[in-house]
């Protein structure tokens, strides 16, 4: 086990028996090594603001301070390798934005040992693809999917004619080569996709979205622009909005 790999089960031990304490003649001997290297090793994670103390006495040993860590962010450098690559396979999507900022507040609290390891296993993974451009996701869109809003939509058809159309999102119908928004379109009385990259406006209203049962073979509605997409054209399958 090398020294980073150390560290970061060093800290995983501490949390699993706190508020017990461990010795370092114990962890010593449970990772292999000298009482002085785990004295070391136990100080750099002081000095690098692990909450990390000393309890003296007898049956006395080092403490981690459980309240004070954040566990699901302690990375292993291959765990946030494994993290980065997946995040990447967002690019297209229209999550691509988030994705990138939730890597880099995981990336934020990453002790330096473990992101310099991290970065370097991540140097070596390589993807064919090129990257695609991401669609824009208007922040409005996103909102009224989550809150269960009512959206009021400027947007541009395939025959390049504008219109605004009150609808109730549904959810996103995505992969090559286009997102769609899919939502009861208010307008046509039916369900309709609405291509990402084609919303021009987009406004959350304060009615939220009524109780609509929608048969997923309306989806055949969408015409031409969703050809070779996989949408279940024949399932009886119903779906409600959130409220």
Not at 73 to 89: F, I, K, N, Y
Not at 97 to 124: C, F, I, T, Y
Not at 142 to 164: E, K, M, N, P, Q
Not at 219 to 225: H, M, P, S, T
Request: hydrophobic fraction near 40%; include cysteine.
């Amino acid at each position: 086990m090398n020294r980073t790999d150390r560290l970061y089960a060093l800290v995983e031990e501490l949390r699993a028996v706190a508020p017990r304490p461990r010795s370092a003649a114990w962890l010593a001997r449970r990772f292999e090594v000298s009482t002085r290297t785990i004295e070391r090793d136990l100080l750099a994670l002081q000095q690098s603001g692990v909450p990390v103390y000393a309890q003296p006495g007898r049956t006395g040993g080092y403490v981690l301070d459980r309240t004070a860590t954040l566990p699901p962010l302690a990375l292993s450098p291959a765990e946030a390798t494994a993290l980065a690559v997946g995040l990447r396979q967002l690019t297209g999507t229209p999550f691509a934005s988030a994705a990138r900022s939730a890597l880099q507040k995981v990336l934020a609290v990453m002790p330096g040992p473990r992101l310099r390891s991290a970065a370097e296993l991540a140097g070596k993974v390589l993807f064919v693809a090129p990257e695609g451009a991401a669609p824009s996701m208007p922040p409005a869109v996103r909102d009224a999917i989550t809150d269960g809003r009512v959206l009021r939509l400027g947007y541009v058809d395939r025959h390049g004619v504008t219109s605004d159309r009150d609808v109730e999102p549904l959810g996103f119908l995505g992969g090559e080569p286009h997102w769609y928004l899919l939502a009861w379109c208010r307008t046509r009385s039916a369900v309709r996709g609405f291509r990402l990259d084609r919303i021009r406006s987009a406004a959350a209203l304060e009615e939220p979205v009524p109780p609509r049962e929608v048969d997923l073979r309306e989806i055949d509605a969408l015409g031409r622009e969703l050809v070779g997409l996989d949408v279940m054209p024949n399932t009886d399958s119903t779906v409600s909005p959130r409220r």
